[in-house]
């Protein structure tokens, strides 16, 4: 395949990897850009999004002024790159197209460049046309530009319509309004207008200006150029911004298919190579490039649709995403579910096939992209589990959806049951869709996108109540904020001493007082002064000892004293750029800017944190020691998330099956003997080039990190000696991890490590919940209390242990102790079950034969071929069928009706048998005696059962039923 791939590439004038490599050099080498490699589509550090879905995500932080001083980003003016994108759900979705015709993708590459308070509209604008016309030689003919024309919210912009007419004449410099031609982050933030270019595939001099955004794919959209020069307030009008932006974006995908002068992306060396393989591994007919009707039996449709999401599916799970049940996993189980369905249904692909197009898909773009080399086997073994689990749930999924549609009212299935397929079951609401219109139902659609908004609306509150300071304000700082500060000559907060444990921080100035977005007449929320009436506020100083909220570590609390006698309780601690904003409540006096204050840090409460975090460092070491080295596994195991606060450290990391208990119990005595060797911790900044040669270093997967890095190293050699041989394989003993977190200073500091549960939260993706210090303590010594009482439960005899066995169950799954001795207990009381059921069976035997002599007798003691006999014990059907048996071998005729109850359970169980050739029917016997009580049961004429509830109200009109002729 790779062989054929450069085949086709010198075949090709404008092969793709040729396309993106000419645009990069564009902009790199002949008009000053920094190449800035593609984020992952995942991303990791923007809980905003579920996948990379523009250029622009990685640049959030420059245009909203919050980028981190310390991040070589931070420095850059310009920029280009080819950022790998996906869009499938979420506000950009083009899931449900991708297929229908032949220029939608759910992955696809965007190339883009970028100025930062460079340069501007007249710059950006000559560079794309010389870009389009001269680097690539389209026909200038054949190109159309657009502008915004402006609505009653946002003014036309005249500035790009005059710069345009330089190039073009004015029939095709057309006009648009803010859908296609007005850019927002969101409902409020930076936004500005956008000039796109559109190319006719035609042209011959015709006029397509009509054609022009008609969603026709002879003149498309191929560069859309975003001029970020506004801030979008609260109340809708737009306040300039101190700095304008640009940010651009073209479709690779688009491009390839003009310059390979074919009409469809997907007849391009990007897809063909995908569509030979599908082919291969299907039989079935090649694809030949129809849309609808001509499309007979979806087959080139479900070309597309396969080659488009195993690319898609690959970048995610090779950048981190794994299929879930919620978020971007549960999109990403959406997309494999359509591909497999597809495959299988239209293009007549046996189960399994799917994963076996992941090597195609990394020999086509794994040169460019090389974490797909890097994790194919992951990404295969995910998609490949992914596969065989879809025919499990989707047969579950049916089920439940039959029994919603049978009672369903007005034609109308209803939004909550759509909600519960897919919580319950994971189930795609497309799926459910269309399942509803098969049976002539009616999915009510936009009540499930309410019930789906009304959950992230939850969310998404609780998010900023929590940023508020529990105010209902918005006590963020975005780019108004972060840029007024700036033109005040606020200087960065210096937070060095947030690493200093024990001591005031005194001499600190006030540099801002901020009480909230839209808060003050300007709406930019800052203020001279501020007291316990204006509700939280938030303080930015010149220096702090407090940590602000990062790395998956939770702030500092405590409280700032002026020296006025003012005095402010600390909730929250956000970092925003260069700027530490403290939130909370003002309790005493007022604060004003240029007050001298004092940073008092919760130390006792940092004090658990810093352990936790410690911990947690020495956890992510110890799994890769237990589930990696020491197996000698070609495995990895990559950080997936991680919190820690005062009660618990929790660790997400990738693995695909859960922990045996063997080996949560090596992880858990590693944490634990490093706790008692009494390990230096030490932390120290590093240059990042070197830091990252270090042989044993843990990094998070996507994160980035600034140059110096500071290194947190838990061993007994000094950072200093690692850096001077970085690569010795010794360092394999130590954890060492690229951190800007509160840690101890040594590990006995922790005191004490209890490992309390262990689980999947997606596919793939393991999390361990652990304590220390005295949350740790106390577990184990609830440990060992439990530990005696069940020691002590196995003294009793069995006919009362059943019932203590039950109830310590129950407080074993609800203990916060060990989770491998919470394992073990659980085998100790399993034990105890079966000492119980052998004692039971014992008893049972016995007492067998005692109710098969009683059976006997009464059978002497009546006429007739009928004996209705009743002796309790239980419903019990082994002891049923045993009596039955032994009854009708010892007296052969008469037919016996067994009838035996619960009080417990207030049941009964009716079962009757009769020797063979005796003109006696049980099942209508039974049937009888039962069908008017709601028993349930079956059987044939010669033996039959029924159960039903009771025992007070109806045991003794079931016997005199019973002897009924």
Same mark, same amino acid.
């Given at each position: 395949?790779?062989?054929?791939?450069?085949?086709?590439?010198?075949?090709?004038?404008?092969?793709?990897?040729?396309?993106?490599?000419?645009?990069?050099?564009?902009?790199?080498?002949?008009?000053?850009?920094?190449?800035?490699?593609?984020?992952?589509?995942?991303?990791?550090?923007?809980?905003?999004?579920?996948?990379?879905?523009?250029?622009?995500?990685?640049?959030?932080?420059?245009?909203?002024?919050?980028?981190?001083?310390?991040?070589?980003?931070?420095?850059?003016?310009?920029?280009?790159?080819?950022?790998?994108?996906?869009?499938?759900?979420?506000?950009?979705?083009?899931?449900?197209?991708?297929?229908?015709?032949?220029?939608?993708?759910?992955?696809?590459?965007?190339?883009?460049?970028?100025?930062?308070?460079?340069?501007?509209?007249?710059?950006?604008?000559?560079?794309?046309?010389?870009?389009?016309?001269?680097?690539?030689?389209?026909?200038?003919?054949?190109?159309?530009?657009?502008?915004?024309?402006?609505?009653?919210?946002?003014?036309?912009?005249?500035?790009?319509?005059?710069?345009?007419?330089?190039?073009?004449?004015?029939?095709?410099?057309?006009?648009?309004?803010?859908?296609?031609?007005?850019?927002?982050?969101?409902?409020?933030?930076?936004?500005?207008?956008?000039?796109?270019?559109?190319?006719?595939?035609?042209?011959?001099?015709?006029?397509?200006?009509?054609?022009?955004?008609?969603?026709?794919?002879?003149?498309?959209?191929?560069?859309?150029?975003?001029?970020?020069?506004?801030?979008?307030?609260?109340?809708?009008?737009?306040?300039?911004?101190?700095?304008?932006?640009?940010?651009?974006?073209?479709?690779?995908?688009?491009?390839?298919?003009?310059?390979?002068?074919?009409?469809?992306?997907?007849?391009?060396?990007?897809?063909?190579?995908?569509?030979?393989?599908?082919?291969?591994?299907?039989?079935?007919?090649?694809?030949?490039?129809?849309?609808?009707?001509?499309?007979?039996?979806?087959?080139?449709?479900?070309?597309?649709?396969?080659?488009?999401?195993?690319?898609?599916?690959?970048?995610?799970?090779?950048?981190?995403?794994?299929?879930?049940?919620?978020?971007?996993?549960?999109?990403?189980?959406?997309?494999?579910?359509?591909?497999?369905?597809?495959?299988?249904?239209?293009?007549?692909?046996?189960?399994?096939?799917?994963?076996?197009?992941?090597?195609?898909?990394?020999?086509?773009?794994?040169?460019?992209?090389?974490?797909?080399?890097?994790?194919?086997?992951?990404?295969?073994?995910?998609?490949?589990?992914?596969?065989?689990?879809? %025919?499990?749930?989707?047969?579950?999924?049916?089920?439940?959806?039959?029994?919603?549609?049978?009672?369903?009212?007005?034609?109308?299935?209803?939004?909550?049951?759509?909600?519960?397929?897919?919580? /319950?079951?994971?189930?795609?609401?497309?799926?459910?869709?269309?399942?509803?219109?098969?049976?002539?139902?009616?999915?009510?659609?936009? +009540?499930?996108?309410?019930?789906?908004?009304?959950?992230?609306?939850?969310?998404?509150? /609780?998010?900023?109540?929590?940023?508020?300071?529990?105010?209902?304000?918005?006590?963020?700082?975005?780019?108004?904020?972060?840029?007024?500060?700036?033109?005040?000559?606020?200087?960065?907060?210096?937070?060095?001493?947030?690493?200093?444990?024990?001591?005031?921080?005194?001499?600190?100035?006030?540099?801002?007082?901020?009480?909230?977005?839209?808060?003050?007449?300007?709406? &930019?929320?800052?203020?001279?002064?501020?007291?316990?009436?204006?509700?939280?506020?938030?303080?930015?100083?010149?220096k702090s000892a407090f940590y602000a909220m990062a790395g998956g570590q939770i702030n500092d609390t405590g409280t700032i004293l002026s020296?006025?006698?003012?005095?402010?309780?600390?909730?929250?601690?956000?970092?925003?750029?260069?700027?530490?904003?403290?939130?909370?409540?003002?309790?005493?006096?007022?604060?004003?800017?240029?007050?001298?204050?004092?940073?008092?840090?919760?130390?006792?409460?940092?004090?658990?944190?810093?352990?936790?975090?410690?911990?947690?460092?020495?956890?992510?070491?110890?799994?890769?020691?237990?589930?990696?080295?020491?197996?000698?596994?070609?495995?990895?195991?990559?950080?997936?998330?991680?919190?820690?606060?005062?009660?618990?450290?929790?660790?997400?990391?990738?693995?695909?099956?859960?922990?045996?208990?063997?080996?949560?119990?090596?992880?858990?005595?590693?944490?634990?003997?490093?706790?008692?060797?009494?390990?230096?911790?030490?932390?120290?900044?590093?240059?990042?080039?070197?830091?990252?040669?270090?042989?044993?270093?843990?990094?998070?997967? +996507?994160? *980035?990190?600034?140059?110096?890095?500071?290194?947190?190293?838990?061993?007994?050699? #000094?950072?200093?000696?690692?850096?001077?041989?970085?690569?010795?394989?010794?360092?394999?003993?130590?954890?060492?991890?690229?951190?800007?977190?509160?840690?101890?200073?040594?590990?006995?500091?922790?005191?004490?490590?209890?490992?309390?549960?262990?689980?999947?939260?997606?596919?793939?993706?393991?999390?361990?919940?652990?304590?220390?210090?005295?949350?740790?303590?106390?577990?184990?010594?609830?440990?060992?209390?439990?530990?005696?009482?069940?020691?002590?439960?196995?003294?009793? +005899?069995?006919?009362?242990?059943?019932?203590?066995?039950?109830?310590?169950?129950?407080?074993?799954?609800? /203990?916060?102790?060990?989770?491998?001795? #919470?394992?073990?207990?659980?085998?100790?009381?399993?034990?105890?079950?079966?000492?119980?059921?052998?004692?039971?069976?014992?008893?049972?035997?016995?007492?067998?034969?005692?109710?098969?002599?009683?059976?006997?007798?009464?059978?002497?003691?009546?006429? %007739?071929?009928?004996?209705?006999?009743?002796?309790?014990?239980?419903?019990?059907?082994?002891?049923?069928?045993?009596?039955?048996?032994?009854?009708?071998?010892?007296?052969?005729?008469?037919?016996?009706?067994? &009838?035996?109850?619960?009080?417990?359970?207030?049941?009964?169980?009716?079962?009757?048998?009769?020797?063979?050739?005796?003109?006696?029917?049980?099942?209508?016997?039974?049937? *009888?005696?039962?069908?008017?009580?709601? %028993?349930?049961?079956?059987?044939?004429?010669?033996?039959?059962?029924?159960?039903?509830?009771?025992?007070?109200?109806?045991?003794?009109?079931?016997?005199?039923?019973?002897?009924?002729?």
């Open positions: 395949m790779a062989d054929a791939t450069k085949k086709q590439d010198e075949e090709l004038e404008w092969p793709m990897n040729r396309v993106r490599s000419t645009f990069i050099d564009f902009f790199a080498k002949k008009h000053g850009h920094t190449y800035w490699p593609s984020s992952p589509c995942v991303p990791h550090d923007d809980p905003t999004l579920l996948f990379a879905n523009a250029g622009m995500n990685q640049y959030k932080s420059k245009f909203l002024g919050t980028c981190d001083p310390k991040l070589e980003l931070y420095k850059i003016r310009r920029a280009v790159n080819s950022q790998k994108c996906i869009r499938a759900g979420g506000k950009h979705n083009d899931l449900d197209d991708v297929g229908k015709d032949v220029y939608h993708h759910t992955f696809f590459e965007m190339l883009g460049n970028w100025s930062f308070g460079d340069y501007f509209k007249e710059d950006a604008i000559d560079m794309a046309w010389r870009c389009l016309t001269e680097e690539f030689k389209l026909n200038p003919e054949r190109l159309y530009a657009t502008y915004f024309g402006g609505d009653e919210s946002s003014p036309c912009d005249d500035e790009a319509r005059v710069l345009w007419l330089k190039y073009l004449p004015a029939e095709r410099v057309l006009p648009f309004d803010a859908s296609d031609n007005f850019w927002e982050m969101g409902a409020t933030g930076p936004c500005g207008p956008c000039t796109e270019i559109h190319y006719d595939r035609i042209g011959g001099g015709r006029d397509a200006s009509k054609l022009v955004n008609a969603d026709l794919p002879d003149v498309i959209e191929i560069w859309n150029n975003v001029f970020i020069q506004y801030n979008r307030e609260a109340d809708r009008s737009l306040r300039p911004l101190p700095e304008q932006h640009i940010d651009t974006g073209m479709g690779l995908e688009r491009l390839v298919s003009i310059l390979q002068n074919v009409d469809s992306n997907y007849d391009t060396d990007t897809f063909l190579p995908l569509f030979a393989k599908i082919q291969e591994l299907t039989g079935a007919e090649a694809y030949t490039g129809r849309v609808g009707e001509e499309d007979v039996g979806f087959k080139d449709m479900a070309y597309r649709v396969v080659a488009d999401h195993i690319r898609t599916l690959c970048f995610a799970i090779s950048d981190g995403a794994t299929p879930s049940n919620d978020g971007r996993g549960y999109v990403l189980r959406r997309v494999l579910r359509r591909a497999v369905r597809y495959g299988r249904q239209n293009l007549g692909a046996d189960l399994g096939f799917f994963s076996k197009l992941v090597p195609a898909l990394v020999d086509l773009m794994g040169n460019t992209f090389p974490e797909l080399k890097e994790k194919q086997e992951h990404v295969t073994s995910i998609i490949k589990e992914e596969e065989e689990s879809f %025919g499990k749930t989707l047969d579950i999924g049916l089920v439940m959806f039959k029994k919603m549609a049978k009672k369903t009212e007005n034609g109308i299935f209803t939004a909550k049951d759509a909600h519960t397929l897919y919580t /319950a079951m994971g189930f795609p609401v497309d799926l459910t869709e269309l399942m509803a219109e098969e049976v002539n139902l009616k999915l009510d659609k936009e +009540g499930y996108e309410a019930l789906m908004k009304e959950e992230r609306q939850i969310s998404i509150d /609780a998010h900023q109540n929590k940023m508020s300071g529990s105010s209902g304000k918005d006590m963020r700082l975005v780019a108004e904020q972060t840029s007024t500060l700036v033109g005040k000559g606020v200087k960065s907060t210096d937070d060095s001493a947030k690493y200093l444990w024990g001591q005031q921080l005194t001499g600190c100035t006030t540099k801002a007082v901020f009480i909230g977005r839209n808060e003050t007449e300007d709406k &930019i929320g800052f203020v001279e002064s501020a007291s316990s009436e204006n509700g939280a506020i938030g303080l930015i100083l010149d020296t006025n006698g003012a005095v402010m309780t600390v909730e929250n601690v956000q970092l925003y750029g260069q700027f530490v904003l403290h939130v909370g409540q003002v309790t005493d006096g007022t604060f004003s800017v240029g007050d001298e204050v004092s940073c008092k840090v919760d130390y006792v409460r940092r004090s658990p944190i810093a352990s936790n975090h410690t911990m947690t460092h020495v956890l992510n070491h110890a799994l890769r020691e237990v589930l990696v080295t020491r197996t000698n596994s070609s495995a990895s195991i990559d950080q997936k998330g991680s919190l820690v606060d005062e009660t618990k450290l929790r660790f997400d990391f990738s693995w695909g099956a859960p922990l045996r208990l063997e080996e949560l119990k090596e992880v858990e005595c590693i944490c634990a003997e490093r706790i008692e060797s009494a390990v230096p911790v030490e932390a120290q900044v590093a240059p990042l080039e070197t830091a990252r040669k270090i042989s044993s270093l843990r990094a998070v997967f +996507g994160e *980035t990190y600034p140059d110096p890095v500071r290194v947190v190293s838990v061993g007994h050699k #000094k950072i200093d000696d690692i850096l001077q041989n970085p690569e010795d394989a010794a360092w394999s003993d130590y954890s060492i991890e690229f951190c800007g977190g509160i840690h101890l200073t040594n590990t006995e500091e922790a005191e004490a490590f209890v490992l309390i549960s262990e689980e999947g939260i997606a596919k793939g993706i393991r999390r361990i919940v652990a304590l220390t210090q005295t949350d740790a303590i106390k577990a184990r010594e609830e440990s060992v209390v439990l530990q005696k009482t069940i020691e002590d439960a196995g003294k009793l +005899g069995e006919a009362v242990l059943e019932s203590k066995v039950n109830l310590l169950k129950v407080e074993v799954n609800e /203990a916060r102790i060990s989770l491998v001795v #919470k394992m073990e207990l659980r085998k100790v009381l399993d034990n105890y079950t079966e000492r119980v059921l052998k004692f039971k069976k014992q008893k049972a035997a016995a007492q067998t034969g005692e109710i098969v002599e009683k059976a006997l007798a009464e059978a002497e003691a009546v006429e %007739g071929d009928k004996v209705v006999f009743q002796y309790d014990f239980g419903i019990d059907g082994k002891i049923a069928k045993k009596v039955t048996t032994d009854f009708g071998k010892k007296n052969k005729k008469k037919a016996l009706m067994l &009838i035996s109850g619960d009080k417990e359970s207030d049941r009964i169980m009716v079962i009757a048998s009769a020797p063979k050739g005796m003109d006696v029917n049980c099942k209508d016997w039974v049937d *009888t005696v039962t069908k008017d009580l709601n %028993g349930k049961g079956g059987g044939k004429k010669q033996h039959a059962q029924s159960t039903l509830s009771g025992y007070s109200t109806n045991m003794d009109l079931i016997v005199r039923i019973g002897w009924i002729p």
